[in-house]
């Protein structure tokens, strides 16, 4: 909990302005339901093979037959409904770092940013996979109503933080991940002349299978532990000592890795190109060395033009 409030306090102090957030949450907001949406099946089918192993199509099968097809879209509305949230705290943290740093030619500094991204975004994601990864074990039938029952049921039973359960390993998972992220989108942008489509494409999947058994844990700590006080330490170390061995454990922790995959190359191209469509409808934007950097730009000059045509009231 200190260490959760010393992270907390870090991010207020380097949180950027209203103004920012606004701006982000709409265009990545958009962006971001629109490739929730498109993908959410192939994440349901990963968390249940996470947590219960077996075939994908078995796993899929018995989903439509026991649960109908809308089954495929459990725990669709917590993401969503966070989209904008996440989306502005993570573009609006990671251009402010980019802004200090300066350089962006700079690959490395993309990475930084996005690392620091990371943990802004932690605070969002947590609660909201929590949630989440137990809506898609429910074998009831689907219904809007199901993550705000289950968001209840925690907050009442374990109090407000009980909704941050599965803290740690998210945030290591988020600090890696978006340091990679960023960096080979920006690589692949600027290196090797890839369009938002195909990098951003190609950086959800390098993110993805890097911190894959990370996600792992984090999605069976978070699902198997409900209602205990076990550490995620604790809980570890007795996925090792039940398995015997690092190698062994290991192996269980690409469970779903398919469907990741699957998943995150349309998800993360669709985010992409979508805020940079958003971008690009914005005023002219600002550019570094001749170069030009749509969200850099979307961030600073739609600021600006906000006043004028209502997006900062949206």
């Known amino acids: 909990l200190k260490l ?51 075939r994908l199509a078995r796993i899929a099968r018995a989903c439509v037959a026991q649960e ?14 966070s989209s904008g949230v996440l989306n502005a705290a993570l573009f609006a943290s990671y251009e402010t770092v980019m ?22 975004a932690t605070f969002v994601i947590t609660p909201t996979e929590l949630v989440k990864c137990i809506a ?47 960096g080979v989108y920006e690589y692949l942008r600027q290196e090797c002349g890839c369009g938002p489509l195909n990098a951003g494409g190609w950086a959800g999947v390098a993110s993805w299978l890097f911190i894959y058994p990370m996600d792992t844990l984090k999605t069976q700590f978070q699902v198997t532990q409900q209602g205990s006080s076990t550490t995620f ?36 191209a669709v985010t992409f190109t979508a805020y940079e469509y958003f971008t690009q409808r914005r005023p002219a934007a600002a550019s570094t060395g001749g170069m030009e950097f749509p969200l850099y730009a979307f ?12 997006l900062a009231s949206a």
């Open 99 to 120: 802004e200090e740093l300066g350089d962006r030619t700079n690959v490395r500094n993309h990475a930084v940013a996005g690392a620091v991204a990371g943990v802004a």
């Open 299 to 310: 961030c600073n000059s739609s600021i600006g033009a906000a006043s004028t045509n209502g």
């Open 233 to 268: 330490s604790s809980f570890l170390y007795s996925k090792l000592t039940r398995n015997g061995s690092v190698l062994s454990l290991h192996r269980s922790l690409f469970r779903g890795v398919v469907p990741c995959v699957l998943r995150a190359y349309p998800a993360h």
């Open 4 to 54: 959760q409030f010393l992270y907390l306090i870090g991010f207020l102090l380097t949180m950027p302005s209203m103004e920012e957030l606004r701006i982000s949450a709409t265009a990545g907001g958009a962006a971001g339901i629109a490739g929730i949406f498109i993908t959410q099946p192939f994440d349901v089918l990963k968390v249940r093979q996470q947590l219960e192993g077996g």
């Open 68 to 81: 109908g097809l809308l089954g495929l879209w459990k725990g669709l509305t917590m993401p969503c409904a």
């Open 136 to 182: 898609q074990v429910d074998r009831a039938k689907p219904s809007l109503r199901t993550d705000m029952r289950i968001a209840r049921t925690i907050v009442r039973r374990e109090g407000p933080l009980g909704l941050m359960k599965g803290f740690c390993p998210t945030f290591v998972r988020e600090v890696f991940s978006f340091a990679l992220y960023f």
